[in-house]
């Protein structure tokens, strides 16, 4: 059975059995059904007025379609002996000379006003069907002079009316507006020969005649300026404005590509824009890109119209155009664009990117990154595969060339060719763009902008606790994205804005998401400000008690640095994370423990280099830089050698023997040979050792004999001297040569004085007079400026030797790297030695199965500390752990704990406890402490709820979750109510992450579901009398009471106080009325009397 959409009468009522239909049918039967409503409700052939509806003032304004010399580059050549012939499917199959006795110019009249190709005119005709299929009602239609504009206005209207079934006596008339024509036509002699509306009307297209243009025709002027242009195309944009209120209407405009940026000055109020930026707006803005506003009563807001007129119409697009030609098939295959904006700062990596396909834009936290590797940004160049990257214009050389070599790959595995198109792959910005209040006040905006005009209350405050305005580095680089789609307008809303309306985190493949809560709640980097002014780092902190700082055992800071990046960077790789432990495992066995101390002193030698070749690049190094690079490779080459030699360290680190030893030594060598360690830290400047260079040789000795043969000269010419003197000296002065030195008299007071017969006056400094004579002028010839001919001659040396090191920098830095690894190995072995930790078994299943943990921070501060168990899979011991019990039991420690453990396993270290199976989890969220700030105006009860949201917008089955006692900074039925609701939701779900919560508000057992996945749990008490011993020791159940009276008689609250707690318990329990303390239940009768 067929059904044919078309053919549905909507007044009469159809009834076809639907299990007789296929997919297809039915998807054409609803598509009918509602299009039919939509035709009789909607459009009755009557404008808004006479409808009496109280219809919203709108205007659209709309860049006309696919112009003909776009495809084809010269039209004359269509023209042969005065007939038009088609060359191409896209072009006209129809074209008159115009030559009609008004335009005798003939084809070069078409040159200056070109018509719309086939696929512009089909187009057109399909926007104009979205239109009507999105419930646009258009009541005018008003079109630049061009041809093209006209063209694409009727296509417009037909296509809209085909769609709405108007009826022929309320068709739409293209009103040609002559205010509407574009700028930069000067490029011509005269203004383009239009086509009058005669002539409009013999091609039969729809036009009014009786309309009279705002702005006539006869003002148009080829010298007309871009300020003349912008304050043009405002007054006429104004003028429609106010006709579209007046007449509350819904106005289209189609105009050209220089116009679109006029109704931006409409509803923003900006100033002209800058014409660099402006010509590039306009080049980017796309055929029939159109922008929409509506008027609320008091401004113009900007709108969205989804139309999808090529998806939706792909056939009627193949059938009008081009009779099932495959111009079609280019169309429907074209794919998104992908634009990503990185920045990096302080060891930092930020990322956004915005995909058009999706329409959402998606933002990476803060990461650590190091500078020498960047292995973080090639996984989001690879992950994300950008079509344009955006970075500041003072990134880093390294990562400058790190982005074009990625771009250059993308484009040789594509085939493409590199030509003009491809320039804006990468894109350059000016590096106060990303200043960072800036930034921030546009995402603000952003946010506020996409919910008061399209989304609710709550997506506004979902948006807002969703941005992490702490990613410093995030928010400058989604700062910048916004920025540059709105000035590209590429694949923007109607106003410049992207089309996003959602804000969205994306993870690095292969990568452990924690944001800086956690860090911050399991304490695994602690912060404390450094007694020592003068020790302190930039920011005044040094690192205090946390899990990094026991671990961090490394002997170089650039294994400090690698270690602080691997607990930045937690990974769920199960091939790096086993190599780790591997390596772990061998370094802390007893039979290897005199490697760890055979290797320790050479690693204290390694240094980072990043920072000398930047130097050496820049031609800034100093004697220090040297020596350190010396010692660097020196180290690494023992390192290196130490490792070969041992082939049961092989599995230590595998990278470590790719490294050419054969270039560090030539390296080292070289250096050896040539630098003169010694003198350079003497002389504090770059020295080169005797036997290199003869002519240096010569000179150094001609240095050192200098004051020997000076003294002799100046013997010689004391008897030579024009006046008496009593002693003189001859000196050597770089740059200026050789003197003679005398002391000043007193009877010489100007300058004038000091000439003498024979000598050249030059100077006076200390009390003494220097002065040039022939001998002087023959020792400069014959000796020469000895120090600076050395220096030149070493410097020539320390340049060959500096490109030399240089052409080998990869080499080096690839050693020092693997170098920074086995420190850091070195360093976890040792801490898993001492504190007794074992190797984990990680799988993939999703199971967390630990015996006797510890927690690793805790267990120091406390003798004996009681160990405990952790088990949650789907299976035996559930997903959510349900954690009750009295105050100061433990119940916090415990759940850090999990945390650490889990964390502790995927930075590929051995774990607290006596055995571990945990398998791979992709995020931790907490909610551990509070983290209110006035800094971002959230209150303490809003950071509670932001970071319970994160959990339950990204958790998945392999997440794992910490919660504790959410609830306690509202009422408590609220935080019972907001906390079940959220461990309903996880049950419910098909796939429960890992969920460990503590809680005080008991009654929230009773509202959970039944559930095999959720398990109670409580922390073992002893009461003894009144005092109660708590045993921290953890076991199934649900406490009954949490003794708060006496965690505060421990805490040190007076007696009193604790009596008077335990009494109010106990009558809120009986149901008991409660009185003051001194008061007895006649003293409070009287006192009610009264």
């Known amino acids: 059975m067929s059904v044919d959409p078309e053919e549905i009468d909507p007044k009469k009522t159809v009834r076809i059995p639907m299990n007789t239909l296929n997919t297809t049918q039915c998807l054409a039967l609803k598509r009918a059904k509602k299009r039919n409503v939509r035709r009789t409700l909607k459009h009755s052939g009557r404008s808004n007025k006479e409808n009496g509806l109280n219809a919203t003032p709108k205007i659209m304004m709309m860049r006309h379609g696919e112009r003909l010399d776009s495809c084809h580059f010269d039209i004359r050549q269509c023209f042969q002996k005065g007939v038009y012939t088609p060359l191409q499917l896209n072009h006209p199959s129809c074209l008159q000379l115009r030559s009609n006795g008004e335009l005798p110019e003939g084809v070069d009249a078409w040159v200056e006003d070109t018509p719309l190709s086939n696929m512009g005119r089909a187009a057109a005709f399909l926007m104009g069907r979205a239109l009507a299929r999105e419930e646009e009602t258009?009541?005018?239609?008003?079109?630049?002079?061009?041809?093209?504009?006209?063209?694409?206005?009727?296509e417009v209207v037909r296509g809209y009316e085909s769609e709405c079934d108007f009826l022929p006596d309320v068709k739409l008339k293209v009103k040609i507006e002559d205010g509407?024509?574009?700028?930069?036509?000067?490029?011509?002699?005269?203004?383009?020969?239009?086509?009058?509306?005669?002539?409009?009307?013999?091609?039969?297209?729809?036009?009014?005649?009786?309309?009279?243009?705002?702005?006539?025709?006869?003002?148009?002027?080829?010298?007309?300026?871009?300020?003349?242009?912008?304050?043009?195309?405002?007054?006429?944009?104004?003028?429609?404005?106010?006709?579209?209120?007046?007449?509350?209407?819904?106005?289209?405009?189609?105009?050209?590509?220089?116009?679109?940026?006029?109704?931006?000055?409409?509803?923003?109020?900006?100033?002209?824009?800058?014409?660099?930026?402006?010509?590039?707006?306009?080049?980017?803005?796309?055929?029939?890109?159109?922008?929409?506003?509506?008027?609320?009563?008091?401004?113009?807001?900007?709108?969205?119209?989804?139309?999808?007129?090529?998806?939706?119409?792909?056939?009627?697009?193949?059938?009008?155009?081009?009779?099932?030609?495959?111009?079609?098939?280019?169309?429907?295959?074209?794919?998104?664009?992908?634009?990503?904006?990185?920045?990096?700062?302080?060891?930092?990596?930020?990322?956004?990117?915005y995909d058009t396909d999706s329409s959402k834009i998606f933002t990476l936290n803060d990461v650590a990154e190091s500078m020498d590797e960047f292995s973080l940004l090639i996984d989001v160049l690879n992950q994300v595969r950008p079509t344009t990257i955006l970075f500041s214009s003072k990134a880093d050389e390294r990562l400058c060339k790190l982005i074009n070599d990625f771009q250059n790959n993308k484009c040789q595995q594509n085939g493409e060719v590199e030509d003009a198109e491809n320039e804006n792959d990468l894109i350059v910005v000016a590096a106060s763009e990303f200043e960072l209040s800036r930034c921030k006040n546009t995402v603000q905006q952003?946010?506020?902008?996409?919910?008061?005009?399209?989304?609710?209350?709550?997506?506004?405050?979902?948006?807002?606790?969703?941005?992490?305005?702490?990613?410093?580095?995030?928010?400058?680089?989604?700062?910048?994205?916004?920025?540059?789609?709105?000035?590209?307008?590429?694949?923007?809303?109607?106003?410049?804005?992207?089309?996003?309306?959602?804000?969205?985190?994306?993870?690095?493949?292969?990568?452990?998401?924690?944001?800086?809560?956690?860090?911050?709640?399991?304490?695994?980097?602690?912060?404390?400000?450094?007694?020592?002014?003068?020790?302190?780092?930039?920011?005044?902190?040094?690192?205090?008690?946390?899990?990094?700082?026991?671990?961090?055992?490394?002997?170089?800071?650039?294994?400090?640095?690698?270690l602080r990046r691997w607990f930045l960077r937690p990974t769920r790789n199960l091939n790096k994370l086993k190599q780790r432990l591997d390596s772990i495992e061998i370094l802390s066995c007893d039979s290897n423990f005199h490697f760890i101390q055979a290797i320790q002193k050479p690693l204290k030698q390694i240094k980072s280099v990043t920072a000398i070749f930047n130097r050496l690049r820049a031609a800034k190094v100093n004697p220090s830089d040297w020596i350190s690079l010396y010692k660097t490779i020196n180290a690494c080459i023992f390192v290196a050698e130490f490792l070969k030699n041992r082939k049961n360290l092989k599995v230590i680190l595998s990278e470590m023997y790719d490294i050419?030893?054969?270039?560090?030594?030539?390296?080292?060598?070289?250096?050896?040979?040539?630098?003169?360690?010694?003198?350079?830290?003497?002389?504090?400047?770059?020295?080169?050792?005797?036997?290199?260079?003869?002519?240096?040789?010569?000179?150094?000795?001609?240095?050192?004999?200098?004051?020997?043969?000076?003294?002799?000269?100046?013997?010689?010419?004391?008897?030579?001297?024009?006046?008496?003197?009593?002693?003189?000296?001859?000196?050597?002065?770089?740059?200026?040569?050789?003197?003679?030195?005398v002391p000043r008299s007193s009877s010489c007071s100007k300058d004038g004085d000091y000439e003498k017969p024979g000598l050249e006056f030059m100077f006076i400094t200390n009390d003494r007079v220097h002065y040039k004579n022939e001998t002087m002028r023959q020792l400069d010839a014959e000796l020469g400026d000895v120090k600076l001919d050395i220096k030149d001659l070493e410097s020539s040396i320390m340049i060959s030797l500096q490109n030399f090191v240089l052409k080998h920098a990869t080499v080096i830095q690839h050693a020092v790297e693997c170098a920074a690894t086995i420190d850091c190995l070195i360093s976890m072995a040792l801490t898993a030695r001492e504190y007794n930790w074992v190797r984990p078994e990680l799988v993939e299943e999703n199971v967390i199965d630990v015996s006797g943990s510890r927690h690793p921070l805790q267990e120091l501060c406390t003798a004996p500390f009681v160990n405990n168990s952790v088990k949650s899979d789907e299976n035996e011991f559930g997903k959510m752990h349900v954690l009750t019990g009295p105050n100061a039991c433990g119940k916090s420690v415990y759940l850090k704990q999990v945390g650490l453990l889990v964390y502790l396993a995927h930075i590929g270290s051995f774990v607290p406890a006596s055995s571990a199976r945990i398998g791979l989890v992709d995020r931790i969220c907490t909610r551990l402490h509070s983290t209110g700030s006035i800094n971002d105006g959230m209150s303490t009860f809003a950071a509670d709820v932001k970071q319970v949201a994160m959990a339950t917008k990204y958790a998945t089955k392999k997440s794992l979750i910490i919660i504790d006692e959410f609830g306690k900074g509202t009422l408590t039925d609220v935080g019972v109510a907001l906390l079940g609701a959220c461990l309903t939701y996880w049950l419910e779900r098909d796939k429960c992450p890992h969920v460990f919560v503590s809680t005080h508000l008991y009654r929230l057992l009773n509202i959970l579901p039944e559930s095999p996945l959720l398990r109670y749990k409580t922390m073992k008490?002893?009461?003894?009398?009144?005092?109660?011993?708590?045993?921290?020791?953890?076991?199934?159940?649900?406490?009954?009471?949490?003794?708060?009276?006496?965690?505060?008689?421990?805490?040190?609250?007076?007696?009193?106080?604790?009596?008077?707690?335990?009494?109010?318990?106990?009558?809120?329990?009986?149901?008991?009325?409660?009185?003051?303390?001194e008061s007895t239940a006649e003293d409070i009768k009287e006192e009610f009397k009264r």
């Not at 258009?138 to 009727?154: G, I, Q, W």
């Not at 056939?315 to 794919?335: V, Y």
């Not at 089309?499 to 493949?509: D, T």
Request: net charge negative.
């Open 138 to 154: 258009l009541d005018y239609v008003f079109a630049s002079p061009a041809y093209r504009c006209v063209e694409t206005a009727d």
């Open 180 to 353: 509407l024509f574009e700028y930069g036509f000067g490029r011509l002699s005269r203004v383009p020969p239009f086509l009058s509306l005669a002539a409009f009307k013999e091609e039969q297209y729809c036009v009014d005649e009786d309309y009279v243009p705002f702005f006539p025709r006869e003002q148009l002027s080829v010298d007309e300026t871009y300020l003349q242009f912008v304050r043009r195309s405002q007054a006429v944009v104004e003028h429609f404005a106010e006709f579209s209120i007046t007449n509350r209407c819904c106005t289209l405009l189609v105009s050209h590509a220089p116009y679109m940026d006029s109704l931006t000055s409409l509803y923003k109020g900006k100033e002209p824009r800058n014409p660099k930026e402006w010509i590039r707006l306009v080049q980017n803005t796309p055929y029939l890109y159109m922008r929409a506003l509506k008027w609320n009563g008091k401004k113009w807001f900007c709108f969205y119209i989804e139309m999808n007129a090529f998806d939706r119409n792909s056939a009627a697009l193949e059938d009008f155009c081009f009779d099932n030609s495959s111009f079609s098939d280019e169309i429907d295959s074209h794919s998104g664009q992908i634009v990503l904006c990185i920045y990096l700062s302080n060891q930092k990596l930020g990322a956004a990117y």
């Open 446 to 562: 952003f946010i506020s902008s996409v919910s008061s005009d399209h989304a609710s209350v709550e997506d506004k405050i979902r948006a807002t606790l969703f941005v992490d305005m702490e990613s410093v580095c995030m928010i400058r680089a989604l700062g910048v994205l916004i920025n540059y789609c709105e000035i590209e307008s590429a694949s923007t809303d109607h106003f410049g804005r992207p089309v996003a309306f959602c804000l969205r985190s994306f993870e690095v493949n292969d990568m452990l998401v924690m944001d800086d809560n956690a860090y911050e709640s399991l304490q695994i980097f602690k912060k404390q400000f450094h007694p020592s002014v003068y020790k302190a780092g930039r920011d005044g902190f040094k690192e205090g008690f946390g899990l990094f700082s026991v671990c961090n055992r490394c002997c170089s800071s650039v294994g400090a640095a690698k």
């Open 660 to 741: 050419s030893l054969e270039k560090l030594q030539k390296i080292s060598s070289l250096i050896n040979e040539l630098v003169d360690f010694k003198a350079m830290v003497e002389e504090r400047q770059f020295a080169v050792k005797s036997g290199i260079d003869r002519t240096l040789d010569e000179k150094k000795e001609l240095l050192k004999r200098l004051p020997e043969l000076l003294t002799e000269v100046i013997k010689s010419e004391v008897d030579n001297l024009p006046f008496p003197i009593a002693a003189c000296t001859c000196v050597y002065i770089p740059t200026i040569g050789y003197l003679i030195a």
């Open 1021 to 1077: 008490v002893m009461r003894q009398g009144e005092d109660v011993l708590f045993l921290y020791s953890i076991c199934d159940g649900q406490a009954t009471e949490s003794y708060a009276a006496c965690a505060a008689s421990k805490a040190g609250l007076p007696e009193r106080v604790c009596n008077r707690i335990r009494q109010v318990c106990q009558n809120q329990k009986r149901g008991y009325q409660l009185f003051r303390p």
